[in-house]
Structures are given as C-alpha cells and as structure tokens.
C-alpha cells in the first residue's frame, strides 16, 4: 500500500476564515435565495461552496500544517438544498490571480456547507461527516492539477431556543460551535493520492487535527516548546 507522504496534518483556520466561513453559510441557510431551475420559488436552506487560500508548512514534528487564511464564496457555484454544483473555470480564475498578485497565498482546497432543518437530524445520523457524494467527485484530474489538499465541510441547523454550549471538539477534525440558536458543525478533511486515487482522509482519522483558535483557543504544543526554570527559559 502506497504510504502517505505526512502521518500527521493540521488544518488551522484562521479568524478571518471563519468569518467568511460562519456568514457565507449562515446567509445561504436563513436567507431565501431566487432559484429560476425551480419556476421562480426562492429557496433557504441551500448549500454553499467556496475556495480556499492558505500557506503550506512542514512543522518541526515533521506534520503538515495547512493554514487556511482565506474562505471565498464561489458566486457562480449552483446551488441547491441537498448538492451545489462547481464552476470549475472560476476555480482556475482564481488560483490564478492569487499565483499572480498574491504570491504568499496558494490554492489549498475548497469549503461546502450542509444544511440541516433540526440539530436532532444531524446528530443521530452524523451528518456533519463528509458524504458519499462528496467522496465520489474528489478523484478526477482537475483537483491534483490546481494543488487540492483541504476539504472544509460547515455543517447548519437551527435549535428551537438560543444555546450557550461552549465551543469544542466533537473528534479532533471536528468542532462544534453555538451561535444564537445556530448548531455549526466545521469538520476539515485532508486529501492525499494512494492506489492511483485522489482521496479523502477518514471520518475521525487521528492523523488529522483541526485547529481553530478563534473557537477553541490555544489548545496544544504542535512541537516541543521550551521551559522557564529556574529564572531562565531553556529550549528543549
């Protein structure tokens, strides 16, 4: 079996990120959006999809980190309730420009979301896990070509009254996270080629980490830090 090149990935996602993340899939959930495939019936509760743009940086324990700088709404994606559609030439376009202008940026991957009508409906069956479907599309040439490496998925529902639940993991590629009587669910996955496949890292995969300091704060050591003692700080 063809071994990954890294065993161990963090996916940290910035404040900025998570901004763009949080309103983009808060907008298509709870706003009605006009749909002319549907005889003119705006429509809440739709999918979202974005692009991602970031750093890539191997860390001193030899992990992978992809810091996720940027999460950009994809306006020509077609969206609907349970799928959403790419424009692939949008995806080049932009890639492009940020090879071009802003070159400490790289394409890392892309975001989607998955809105849910209740909480209860995503926990019994674990929805905020990537689908089938969303596997399936992953091996194809275009991807490995423009340097995809992060999957983003925001999982949406609505609670009947406003929660104060603090934020935390719900495994370590996966965060959950209350706001007003918004449940989100940010769950990151990694994409790596094995067998001649492009393909997704597991559900609950302890080889990949997410970090959001912004929700959990500073959590772990991702290397070997030093100590204070005895007056004077010595590294390890």
């Known amino acids: 079996m063809t071994q990954r090149k890294y065993k161990k990935y963090v996916v940290r996602v910035s404040e900025n990120a998570l901004i763009s993340l949080v309103l983009s899939s808060l907008e298509a959930y709870s706003v009605k959006k006009m749909d002319i495939t549907q005889k003119g019936r705006p429509k809440s509760r739709i999918e979202v999809y974005g692009s991602l743009f970031g750093h890539e940086v191997v860390m001193k324990n030899n992990a992978i980190l992809y810091h996720i700088e940027m999460a950009n709404t994809d306006t020509t994606a077609e969206q609907r309730r349970s799928s959403v559609d790419v424009n692939r030439e949008a995806i080049s376009l932009k890639a ?28 019994d069956n674990k929805m905020y896990c990537m689908s089938e479907d969303d596997r399936e599309w992953l091996n194809d040439n275009f991807w490995q070509e423009k340097g995809y490496r992060v999957g983003i998925v925001m999982t949406i529902a609505a609670m009947e009254k406003a929660g104060s639940k603090a934020c935390g993991w719900v495994s370590n590629h996966c965060v959950e996270a209350t706001l007003g009587n918004y449940r989100m669910w940010l769950a990151a996955y990694c994409a790596y080629s094995q067998k001649g496949e492009f393909r997704y890292t597991n559900d609950n995969d302890i080889s990949v980490t997410l970090d959001c300091p912004a929700l959990t704060g500073l959590q772990w050591e991702h290397a070997n830090f030093g100590r204070f003692k005895n007056g004077q700080y010595k590294p390890l």
């Open 96 to 123: 492009d420009v940020i090879t071009s202008f802003w070159p400490h940026l790289v394409y890392l991957g892309d975001f989607h979301s998955h809105p849910f009508k209740s909480t209860r409906e995503v926990l």
